[in-house]
């Protein structure tokens, strides 16, 4: 009875140490789109801390189909150099580590070329305090 009664009461302390935990919750960022593509990304970790961070671009086309023919590159601000993200597989996910910079208005920006055309898209990132 007395090792019941402490595996629960271990159960509430450890219950109340995470609820108290300073973890940040995961931030969704929208959907772009260009042409008849969607473009979406996610961040590792999520929100995104500043200077480095993975990032991945998922592309799809009409009907939610992946979309594997682009080249894709990133990069923080106007002033760094674009570097191509890694296609992986041909499901239309594109991912690459990237210096997001830091600060209060943190911009990555996503090219996508297709042939002759390209598109630089933006999206707002909310950097992780801390």
Request: charged share 20%; hydrophobic share 45%; proline share 7%.
């Amino acid at each position: 009875m007395v090792k019941k009664l402490l595996a629960i009461l271990l159960g509430f302390v450890a219950t109340g140490l995470i609820a108290c935990s300073d973890k940040t919750e995961p931030v969704a960022i929208p959907v772009q789109h260009w042409k008849e593509t969607d473009v979406r990304i996610e961040t590792h970790p999520n929100p995104p801390l500043a200077g480095m961070s993975e990032i991945v671009v998922i592309i799809t086309g009409p009907h939610g189909k992946p979309t594997q023919d682009m080249m894709v590159s990133l990069r923080g601000n106007d002033s760094m150099p674009w570097v191509q993200a890694i296609q992986d597989g041909f499901i239309g996910v594109y991912r690459r580590a990237v210096d997001i910079g830091d600060g209060d208005a943190v911009v990555l920006q996503v090219r996508l070329q297709r042939g002759d055309e390209q598109k630089v898209l933006l999206f707002p990132l909310k950097l992780a305090a801390g």
